[in-house]
Structures are given as structure tokens and as C-alpha cells.
């Protein structure tokens, strides 16, 4: 069964501080994602990767940054946390060679409640 | 890119009976279309994906038809359940592109 665990489930920071989600799959998966989650909004992709070192913007990147040092780990960054970066980040993980072209599905981790004051 | 839209944004059912979701997209180039169930505070999970070499798929009782020319797939679930209950989503996607989610769908199934 595909693992992802993201490392806080719940997360409160302030205004202009720096924030690292860490994200963390089992499955040897090549590409990996991260979301927010927004009531009436659906799940918007941040930024995604299909391989380490590789980074690629989604729909929302404006004031995220990711990296990916190893195949198993993708972090979300936040440079200069905002109020209305306050949301549920998910972050997700598939197979696939392909990279932006794979069609397998995507596992998604817990999620973090992310609360900016 | 894909616009995904989803209706309705809640359902109610009575025990039993059956739920329908449809979802319509903007990209006749798109290509896979899964569907997720995300209960209360829990992860979203894939329950069940089509691929548009087929029309339709069905896994016990949920199945997803998909219309390429009207560009439009459903969902559907028979005899539903109190477990049933949830918010479901949508997500269309080319090949090329990202995974492109709806804005889901929150069911509630009446015991």
C-alpha cells in the first residue's frame, strides 16, 4: 500500500516567517505534487516534480518555491507566509516515467492544516 | 488549460437509492478522468478512473460512463450507504498537462 506522510497534520505560523511542509512517499515514485485545498475551490496544484532536482510550476506557484533532493522527498516552501496562504496542503504521488505525461493515479498523503496569523 | 466543472456541489440520497455526479471539461485532447472520495478530514482516494479508450467502467457498485463528444464523464453509485457519505471530486487531464480537479461534490446518504 502506497505510503505518504506529510510531516504536520496541524501547523500555525506567522505573518512573514518561512515556511517548510515536508512531504515524504514510500513507493519509489517519480513524480510527486503539491496542493492546497480550498472549500469551493477544489485542489489547485502548486508545484509538481517527475524527477529529483526537476521542478515545475502548476496553477497557483505565486509565493511557493518546492525542492526535490531526493526521489522520495518533496518539500513546499513558503518564503514570506501571508494570511491568504492559509489553507489544507496536500501533497501527492505517482509512478511513472513519463513525467508530465503519466496517467497513473496519484496517492495522496494527509494533508496539512496550515494557519497563517 | 482544462476547465473542469462538477454538479451538483451537494447531494442528499435516501439509503438505497442511487447518486449521480456529473462533470463536464473544455479539453477534447483530455485523456484520463479519476474519480476521488475524500471523507472528513481524511485523505482524498482514488475509487475509480476511466481512460478515454473506454466508454464506461464499473467496479461493483460505482461506475463512471464517459461521453467524448459531449465531453462530459459521471459517476455513479447504486445502493448507497451511510459510508458512502462524503465529498467526491473529479479531475480530467491531457497528456500533457496537469490533473485538473472539479470543484467537488458533497454527498450525503440519509439513513
Known amino acids: 500500500d502506497v505510503k505518504v506522510t506529510q510531516s504536520s497534520r496541524y501547523l500555525v505560523k506567522r505573518t512573514g516567517e518561512k515556511v517548510f511542509l515536508e512531504c515524504v512517499q514510500d513507493?519509489?515514485?517519480?513524480?510527486m505534487f503539491w496542493y492546497r485545498q480550498d472549500p469551493g475551490l477544489g485542489l489547485r496544484l502548486i508545484y509538481f516534480s517527475y524527477d529529483v532536482k526537476m521542478k515545475e510550476k502548476g496553477d497557483i506557484p505565486e509565493g511557493y518555491s518546492v525542492s526535490r533532493e531526493k526521489k522520495e522527498r518533496f518539500s513546499l516552501i513558503l518564503e514570506s507566509a501571508s494570511t491568504n496562504q492559509t489553507s489544507m496542503y496536500l501533497c501527492?504521488?505517482?509512478?511513472?516515467?513519463?513525467?508530465?505525461?503519466?496517467?497513473?493515479?496519484?496517492?495522496f498523503g494527509d494533508g496539512t492544516r496550515l494557519s497563517i496569523l | 488549460g482544462e476547465n473542469v466543472e462538477q454538479h451538483p456541489s451537494t447531494l442528499s440520497v435516501q439509503e438505497g437509492d442511487s447518486a449521480v455526479i456529473k462533470c463536464t471539461y473544455s479539453d477534447s485532447a483530455s485523456n484520463y478522468f479519476p474519480w476521488y472520495k475524500q471523507e472528513l478530514g481524511k485523505r482524498p482516494q482514488l475509487i475509480i478512473d476511466i481512460r478515454s479508450n473506454v466508454g464506461e467502467k464499473k467496479d461493483q457498485r460505482i461506475a463512471v460512463t464517459l461521453n467524448k463528444t459531449a465531453k462530459h464523464f459521471s459517476l455513479h453509485i447504486t445502493e448507497t450507504q451511510p459510508e458512502d457519505s462524503a465529498v467526491y471530486f473529479c479531475a480530467a487531464k491531457t497528456g500533457a498537462n496537469n490533473l485538473f480537479f472539479g470543484t467537488g461534490t458533497r454527498l450525503t446518504v440519509i439513513p
Open positions: 513507493m519509489d515514485h517519480e513524480n
Open positions: 501527492a504521488s505517482s509512478q511513472g516515467t513519463g513525467g508530465r505525461y503519466s496517467n497513473q493515479p496519484q496517492h
